[in-house]
């Protein structure tokens, strides 16, 4: 545990580091900084994980005082035998690309050269395994040029990276486990997912919407395997790693699309940390709208067994939106495609088009997890309404949690986790978790945030399927039909009202109150009638 | 009769403040009454919705001001501005609220209280600025008719007493109320009425049959049903706009809850295309939030989307008023646990689950529960011809076209 903590503060420590040399180099807050960050600290986690499964392989070279100098003694074939014993989800970093090579050559004239070969070399040798597809066919490997991004003292700024780098070896970090890396990968990105006046906003998955999905999805004690799992908006992949991580990395291959090219680079750094190295040719870069990637050989779209997804809400598709009413979207939007309205076209509900493409390429026994608008559950008309008619007559339901507000800081939008299942075809479960959670304030914004016993609540009454007091209600298809195809647990809960018996003699008592005050207020009321009639008869009128 | 300006009359005129909201001191288990203009409007205020401490007191310039302070609402680009009160208890109030302390030497504070009542329109008109508030200063050179001291009494009197009066029925109709709640709690709810021995059912071993769709237990005999199954419902739907008019043409229509007083509603609106009717002495019903709020037609009159109208299958409305209030309790409750009700369906109306007691059991309790809504109905009309009399009696009295002689 405190060595966890150790390698933790270790890790951001570096990370802060390399961050403050961007800064002095005047990166700070531009746009490039994320991509040197995110690159040099991969090549640092390749570089150090290739050597550690070598010192695995060869304990010679594990007791070897002088680490370069011992593996010197290798030839060329010693290596290529000992490399392909290493597992093929380790990147091959040949000997004169590893850093400690860089750092004694980090004197030389035109160093940035030096470090930008290295690392071009690095993805070059890796690019069939690391590389992530665009929907265009192309190859985005594992790094790029990166010094020309800084304008002046490219080698001073190489050199100073290089610096940061070999001050602490990763090589204990990776029998670590998935809330390390966790940790790590949320501190290494969170400068850059931010929603910065772009109107695609990368929001990170808070942990407990991530934590809830993964669970009631894959209730522990599941036996999974050979699972398919998918994310057609993944983002940086939180929701992606969470559930690859209940059902078992070596269980499952993961498939996602996303047209965030930031957003393909950051997921294909968290399959790294992840130990999911085997799914990173399934990482596609593209519109999953307008052009899903993923299908099977007669052209059909590819099904999944898990589909998470925590959508855009809000998206101006207009462009676009006029080529998705083609014949072969018909059964995809069976309910419609949101129309273009005449102002506010950055608010078109694109959500509305992720969830049926959810329900399109969801397996026959298929699960699926998707954070939508909480309005999404009670719409009265409309394509929301649509959808949720044809999830209950197709019995695709396994329930909704509705979130308290302000679960995510960046959005005021109420949400709620609607949770698909093709094979339950019993009772529905329904739960308003919106008074569970503590607010906080963090920075400008306010945030609800549960506590791991709330969670677990949330967690557990959803797999136990159980009605409890104004939190949950297991309802059938039936019951939903008959309510207007509402998905709100509150409309279901049993208002009881709190009524206390009381006795025949207080029932005496207390009509006996009402007499007695009944007969003093009619007398006043007698005396006053008087007085009125008195007062009236005195007036004149002039 | 002089001329006075109000700061002639007075010994102090200032407003209050509102201490720091950010400070607990100020705020937490307050016991000082802190009124807002909101309040402003009825004729006696005896307590604040919201309490200031005795540290906010001594902490802030904040004034205490004494009993029977009148308070005018400065702020307020709707109805408030204008409106006044006078403060029974000693009371702090808000920087919206200008208070005037009458020295009682000079005047007396419930005539000038009536004075300032006719007076609305001019007080309002003296405010300035964007944002169309009062200042202090302009009330305190306001100027007021003020006949001798003796003359200002009598005339209070003959306002006062029909207040009096008024508040008076209020009380009576709060206790009727309260009476046939209480009754119809220990005998629907709690399933205590007189037995065949005229002994309380349940308690007296009365045999109870659990009852599936209401799931709980009721007396044996009893049956579950729909409110439909007790009540004839009419939903309303509004005519036309253009059909609206405010000059007393057509038929008198009532939109929805917005029109509703505490027993029966106020005429605003009349129709030449009435659609959905409601009869003289039906419940009308909220159906738009707030759910669940009732009200009586005192007229045949046309309904808008916004009620429903409903009438006891077999005459009288006691029971079925009970009922509705009972109903009422549960919209309550989902309207406040934070679960949208905007409205409810026609079909929710008609198939809410009730028990159907037993009707000997239902006609006892009419003999004893429709008097007192009839007297509760005499009341609340007396209350209105007493405002009608109050409201035209008032200006005479105040310019002296009536005088109150002996």
Known sequence: MTATIQFETKTKALIDDLKSVCANYGLGNDGNEFKIITQVFLYKFLNDKYVYELKQKEPALAKAEDFDKALDKYSEEDLEMLTMQISANTAYIAPKNFLSRLFQEQNEPNFSEIFDQTLLNVAKDNTDIFSVLTQGGEKVVLFENLSKYVTDNKDAFCKAIVNKLVGFSFEHIFTQKFDFFATIFEYLIKDYNTNSGGKYAEYFTPHAVSKIMAACLVPSGTEVSNATCYDPSAGSGTLLMNLAHAIGEDKCTIYSQDISQKSSALLRLNLILNNLVHSIQNIIQGNTILSPYHKQDDGQLEQFDFIVSNPPFKLDFSDYSADLDSKANKERFFAGIPNIPKSKKDSMAIYLLFIQHIMHTLSAKGKAAIVVPTGFITAQSGIDKKIRQKLVESKMLAGVVSMPSNIFATTGTNVSILFLDKTNTENVVLIDASNLGEKVKEGKNQKTVLTEAEEQQIIDVFASKEAKDDFSVVVSYEDIAAKNYSLSAGQYFEVKIEYVDITPKEFTEKMQGFETNLHDLFAESKQLEKEIQDNLKGLRYE | ?406
């Open chain 2, 1 to 406: 009769m002089n001329r006075v300006s109000l700061k002639d009359i007075s010994k102090i005129i200032n407003s209050g403040l509102t201490p720091l909201r950010s400070n607990d001191q100020f705020w937490l288990n307050g016991n000082i009454p802190w009124v807002k203009t909101e309040q402003l409007g009825k004729k006696y205020i005896y307590d604040s919705n919201e309490k200031i401490t005795k540290f906010a007191l001594e902490n802030t310039s904040i004034k205490l001001n004494p009993r029977n302070t009148l308070s005018v609402a400065m702020y307020g680009e709707g109805k408030t501005r204008g409106s006044v009160s006078i403060l029974k208890n000693e009371t702090t109030t808000n920087q919206a609220c200008c208070n005037i302390v009458i020295d009682e030497n000079k005047a007396y504070y419930e005539y000038v209280y009536y004075y300032l009542k006719t007076q609305y329109d001019n007080l309002r008109n003296l405010s300035s600025g964007v944002r169309k508030n009062l200042n202090s200063n302009d009330i305190k050179n306001f100027e007021i008719v003020l006949p001798k001291f003796s003359i200002q009494k009598q005339i209070a009197k003959v306002l006062s007493d029909l207040d009096a009066k008024i508040e008076l029925n209020n009380k009576i109709n709060a206790q009727l109320e309260a009476m046939a709640k209480t009754l119809y709690d220990y005998w629907f709810v709690q399933f205590e009425f007189p037995d065949v021995n005229g002994k309380p059912y349940k308690a007296s071993g009365g045999k109870m049959v659990f009852n599936k769709t209401l799931k709980r237990e009721i007396p044996e005999g009893w049956e579950d049903g729909v409110l439909s199954d007790i009540a004839d419902i009419t939903m309303g739907q509004s005519p036309s706009g253009s059909s609206y008019n405010e000059e007393g043409i057509g038929t008198v229509f009532y939109q929805g809850s917005t029109d509703f007083g505490s027993r029966f509603p106020t005429v605003r609106k009349y129709t030449t295309e009435p659609s959905r009717m409601a009869e003289k002495g039906d419940i009308l019903l909220s159906v738009r939030a707030p759910v669940g709020t009732l009200n009586q037609a005192m007229e045949s009159c046309c309904i808008g989307r916004g009620l429903a109208a409903l009438s006891e299958k077999e005459g009288s409305i006691s029971f079925l008023w009970s009922q509705m209030e009972y109903f009422k309790q549960i919209f309550d409750r989902r309207n406040s646990s934070g679960t949208t009700f905007g409205s409810i369906t026609k079909n929710d109306l008609f198939s809410l689950k009730l028990c159907i007691p037993n009707k000997e059991v239902v006609k006892a309790f009419k003999i004893i529960a429709d008097p007192i809504h009839d007297k509760i109905i005499v009341n609340s009309k007396q209350n209105q011809k007493l405002a009608e009399l109050r409201d035209w009696l008032l200006p005479m009295l105040m310019n002296g076209q009536v005088t109150v002689g002996k």
